[in-house]
């Protein structure tokens, strides 16, 4: 198991522009010219998020102290038995943060335009930036970093779900087609969420009983907004109505049994859950990939089990060159993910060199992320 946390992390030290790299994690929101937060704090930067934050000429960044990363010299050999022990990740989702921010902002735009004639058009525009983006370079996983750089949340989850949705159904082992018409259905499976007071959606506290009963009509209206505009599949359509129907029949609108739920909507569902628990909202603030995944897993009853174990085998909770702390107090780096057990990476301790596989080796069962 990896422990994620800000345990060691709490000091803050200001990198320049020229010396940031990837894998720092933010101790400061970057935010743009009106103060929106474009890349979150506490996000562990990727190489988009590197080049983005360079290409602003940003003076440069606050980030979390690694404990005592001025003592940090790797030695000659252990970098070798890196070099020796490193495995790529496989290929994930290409979204530059200011390609994700623009697809947000034009999701904003439908959400406020729903009754608008072009509506079907404009949504499927979207989608195919985002379908570009994902087959592009043939992507079979999503770097849980991607989904952490915005708190926008609504049209931020529209985005990550449809993503997320294309990657389990790339690993479930759907065909194009279907993917299509699957990660279509992930980005519109909210839209009736227009529909909903604001004062109800983004609530900070706790909602009523009645409160509830408003926000759980979203996904009907959702599918009526859609069905209205006579351009959606059926498949489409029940996807979004369907994607909050549990496995045990206790989900809504239609408690529907295991056997009556889609395919889309049972894949919707992992997605859609998965990206708000690690999703900051009014009312909470977002766990860790690892806790997420761990509670995803916890919910065999109301999630369909195979599609949650195509789930984790195309999510990338810790890429490859991360750093991290061992439960020693040793730190170490990512050399190799295990594609089934994704809370559980290969790991190199960079001073002596010992290369320790967290699938085998309990000594070092829980880590520390910085």
């Known amino acids: 198991m990896i422990r994620e946390g800000k345990e060691g992390m709490e000091e803050k030290l200001f990198v320049r522009r020229d010396d940031i790299q990837i894998g720092m994690q933010l101790g ?14 506490g996000v562990y930067l990727d190489a988009y998020q590197v080049r ?12 979390y102290r690694v404990r005592d990363d001025k003592d940090i010299k790797i030695p000659e050999k252990t970098k070798q038995i890196i070099r020796q022990h490193r495995k790529p990740d496989r290929a994930k989702i290409q979204l530059s943060v200011e390609m994700k921010k623009q697809l947000e902002e034009r999701m904003n735009h439908i959400f406020d335009h729903t009754e608008d004639k072009d509506f079907a058009t404009n949504s499927l525009d979207i989608f195919g930036e985002l379908e570009s983006a994902i087959f592009k370079n043939d992507a079979v ?16 989850h529209s985005v990550d ?3 997320i949705s294309m990657m389990i159904g790339r690993e479930y082992g759907l065909p194009k087609e279907e993917l299509h018409q699957l990660g279509i259905a992930g980005l519109l499976h909210d839209v009736g969420k227009a529909r909903i007071p604001n004062e109800i959606l983004n609530k900070p506290g706790k909602l009523t009983d009645d409160e509830f009963r408003v926000i759980q ?58 990206d708000a628990l690690v999703t900051k909202r009014p009312y909470k603030g977002p ?24 789930f984790i085998e195309s999510v990338i909770l810790y890429p490859v060159d991360t750093i991290v702390e061992l ?3 040793q730190m170490a780096k990512v050399v190799e993910n295990n594609k089934r057990y994704p809370t559980r990476p290969k790991v190199v301790e960079l001073q002596t060199g010992m290369v320790y596989d967290l699938c085998h080796d309990m000594e070092c069962n829980k880590i520390i992320v910085l």
Do not use: C
Not at 52 to 63: A, F, H, N, Q
């Open 28 to 41: 400061e929101s970057v935010k743009d010219i009106r103060g929106r937060a474009m890349i979150e704090n």
């Open 52 to 63: 983005y934050i360079k290409e602003k000429k940003l003076p440069g960044i606050y980030i």
């Open 141 to 156: 996983a999503i770097d849980v970093n991607l989904i952490k750089i915005s708190d926008e949340y609504t049209f931020k």
């Open 161 to 163: 779900v449809a993503a």
């Open 217 to 274: 009509n979203h996904s009907l209206f959702g599918y009526e907004i859609l069905k209205e505009k006579n351009s959606f599949s059926p498949i489409i359509l029940d996807g979004v109505l369907h994607h909050h129907e549990k496995m045990n029949g206790m989900g809504y609108p239609d408690n529907l049994g295991s056997s009556q739920i889609s395919l889309f909507s049972r894949i919707i569902s992992v997605a859609d859950v998965f």
């Open 287 to 310: 766990i860790t990939g690892r806790e997420a995944m761990e509670m995803v897993l916890a919910m065999g009853s109301e999630l369909d089990n195979a599609i949650i174990q195509s």
């Open 327 to 329: 439960s020693t107090g």
